[in-house]
């Protein structure tokens, strides 16, 4: 396991514990603590969340179109993963529920971006 993969789990592992404490806000509440202190494993927890259905929307891309088809789904998704960081990233501090909504549409974008390219 590399250290990008020990980082995710260990989000995973932080969200979880928070999920279960406070099943209502636990997102805006590890949000929050980023945007006062961002660290990897707080990064990958927020990733975790926010990946969750870009299968679904790499699935729903490769339905459109034989030219999407043609794009190995790891790449759609490693673009869309990108896409994510970098919103968490460049939007800290911004309101949750806005970012959600623009990692969404950027991770969107940078699949159907990545589809674009031989």
Known sequence: MDSAEFSLELGRNWMNRAREHDPES????????????PDDILMSALLSELSAGLSEEALDLRATSEKVRA???EDLLRSGMLALQLALEGLRGEDWDYVVERAQAMALDAMTRRAERP
């Open 26 to 37: 636990y997102q805006r509440t590890a949000w929050r603590l980023y945007c006062e202190a």
């Open 71 to 73: 794009v190995p789904a």
